[in-house]
């Protein structure tokens, strides 16, 4: 059991693969529940969808090993630790700034991707580990985000949003960790249902027209209101005859203010 103030043993390395590929690792050769590895640089780091998460110096990108009791809900923890990241983003951020996860667990600030979330179950030999790994744009200038400025949510970063601002990492990873272990403990205490009140009190597209493409498939985008996620952590969307659908898989390319 992992209480909200849980202190985890930190495993630090200056350059890996990829945390989650690490933390599976040790996973496998006994490590407890509530591991963090942390990296300064990845050079393979993985994002969802088959994409690669470019992880330069100036970023925070760690890996928490959890073992759900239930491993069929594992896609729970994807929408907790969205929710953690988002809240933990919202209290480092002036208060001004609009903070608001995006399905499934994006952090977005002013409509641009701070961070995102890439969760992933081990094998069937050891089902019910999970590793939630976090990708932040913390100290990253322009140069470095540059590349995803035509991204349908283009990156920013801490330092984006606060001009002239350098962030202490070790202090983001802190707020974070302690928001995730919170929410984690909640769940364990209370189950899903806590956390999808919390998800949906934090997401700012509630209620908006959004469209939803799957890149796995050609089918074009689908359109309709965002009603919300269901017991699943899948996102509900309403059609213009108000019947409501729940999505698995896709991602929110644009949203009608
Ligand atoms: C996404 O938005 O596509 C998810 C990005 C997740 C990136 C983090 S960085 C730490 C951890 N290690 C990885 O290889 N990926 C995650």
Redesign the pocket.
Known sequence: MISADFIPEIKRFPVVD????KAKAIAKHGAKEGTVIV?ET?T??????D?Q?T?PAGGL???VLLFPQEASRATDLSILAGVAVTQAVKEILPKMKKVSVKWP??CLVEEK?I????CESLSEEYHNICVV???LNVNLGAEALAPFQSNKFPATSFANEVPGGNFDLEKILNVVLRKIFTMYALYQQQGFEQVRFLWERNCQFLGKKVELKDSGTQAAPIAGKFVGIDDRGALVLSNDRGEQRAYHAGEITCYWP
């Open positions: 990829s945390t989650n590929t990296a990845q393979a780091g993985r994002g969802r969808g994409h998460w992880s990108y760690f890996s667990n994006d991707k961070g995102g979330i890439l790994g976090v990708g």
